[in-house]
């Protein structure tokens, strides 16, 4: 079967082919309504994945304070029930029982729902490899800190996180990859995102092949932008000579 790629210049409504194949506001075109559910795919992984960075982060520090058993219990905790909940289960718990159980969310809208779903499934995630990045650090890098006379918090913010960061950079690039794809899951809550374009959009004009060849283009191009910018970061936060030895850096 030939492709036909005019199927993205059609107008939404009446079908006909639009020359320069962008529509007017209107009367958008399928390739309109393609690049505005990759803004949206774009604001729910990107949004979810700083709460999943600030999240994780806090889950993965407090499952090595020393000391603190009831915080490594919860976290730990945590971990293990956002990490083996299914993702699509999660999404329809924020969206259908969460709003029953607590009755202020139910104002909440989908956007919302979904990314606070897909942010705490992928901070479980991210938690492990701060934990695993803590851990990797030699012991004594903790004992120079508390020599300093640092507390705590101080010598985990200036002594352990950078270079814990440091060796987690690449783990952390693919669940950034990762994000854009569990972004999907989206479609199930009416997010017009790109995989609800690509069921609509596939179904309306009878050429779904092309309609979703284009939409993994974009989700190509959006995982390779966040590839190439954490290996710019990483890059630019290497450490010449650093590797790191030993365990227990967070114990």
Known sequence: MAMDWKVFCQDTLSGDV???????????????????????????????????????????????????????????????????????????????????????????????????ALGLFTSARIAEQVRSGIQALPKGQRYAGMAMGFTTPQYYRYVILPMAYRIIIPPLTSESMNIFKNSAVAFAVSVPELTQFALQAGEETSRPIEIYLGVTVLYVISAMIINRIMAYVEKRARVPGFVAAGTGGGH
């Open 18 to 116: 639009v020359a320069g194949c962008f529509g007017t506001g209107r009367d958008p075109t399928y390739l309109n309504w393609m690049f505005s559910a990759w803004g949206w795919t774009i604001g729910v992984s990107l949004t979810a994945l700083v709460i999943a960075l600030l999240v994780g982060s806090i889950i993965g520090v407090i499952r090595t304070l020393p000391d603190n058993p009831w915080l490594v219990r919860f976290g730990n905790a945590w971990v293990e029930l956002f990490r083996n909940i299914p993702l699509l289960v999660q999404v329809f718990l924020w969206y259908h029982v969460v709003p029953a159980l607590i009755p202020a969310m139910r104002d909440f809208p989908p956007f919302i729902l979904v990314v606070l």
